[in-house]
């Protein structure tokens, strides 16, 4: 036996993984499930039929939660389909920087200022105008699989 001590590099998230198992049959409409490698929230399922030996498939078409882009797989319902941990978070918006990062309170009063401005559009200019309207603004934040990005905006009234 040796007496020198061992190092061991600590991970952040404590080695908890991004997504869970779930039987493919259970996965229901507004659900999530991640497929091609991106967290979707499901939109559409159907399921078809077993054949003469066969399983029967559920198609799933599912929209990615971050880049709105639509995308389907075809799995047999007794398989499992890996389904991301999905985290919403509310935070109260401070400052809007020039090269486009947002910096918000959080919870126990420290501030988070590695998030980007949301690309679409109407979400955008709504949190630009409220802004520089001086308007108390929260906005939520959505994580999965180790991507975050703003996707809603609250008014809570005037500073």
């Given at each position: 036996m040796s007496d020198e001590e061992h190092q061991f590099e600590s991970k952040a998230d404590a080695g908890a993984s991004k997504t869970y198992p779930q039987q493919a049959g259970t996965i229901r409409k507004n659900g999530y499930i991640v497929i091609k490698a991106r967290p979707c929230k499901v939109v559409e399922v159907s399921t078809s039929k077993t054949g003469k030996h066969g399983h029967a498939k559920c198609h799933f078409v599912a929209i990615d939660i971050f880049t709105g882009k639509k995308l389907e797989d075809i799995v047999?319902?007794?398989?499992?389909?890996?389904?991301?941990?999905?985290?919403?978070?509310d935070y109260q918006l401070i400052d809007i920087s020039e090269d486009?990062?947002?910096?918000?309170?959080?919870?126990?009063?420290?501030?988070?200022?590695?998030?980007?401005?949301?690309?679409?559009?109407?979400l955008l200019t709504q949190i630009?105008?409220?802004?520089?309207?001086?308007?108390?603004?929260?906005?939520?934040?959505?994580?999965?699989?180790?991507?975050?990005?703003?996707?809603?905006?609250?008014?809570?009234?005037?500073?």
């Open positions: 047999p319902s007794s398989h499992n389909c890996d389904v991301p941990h999905v985290n919403r978070t486009g990062f947002v910096s918000l309170l959080t919870e126990n009063g420290s501030t988070k200022d590695d998030l980007r401005l949301p690309t679409d559009e109407s630009k105008d409220g802004f520089a309207e001086g308007k108390d603004l929260v906005v939520s934040v959505m994580s999965a699989m180790g991507e975050e990005q703003i996707c809603a905006l609250k008014d809570i009234g005037p500073k």
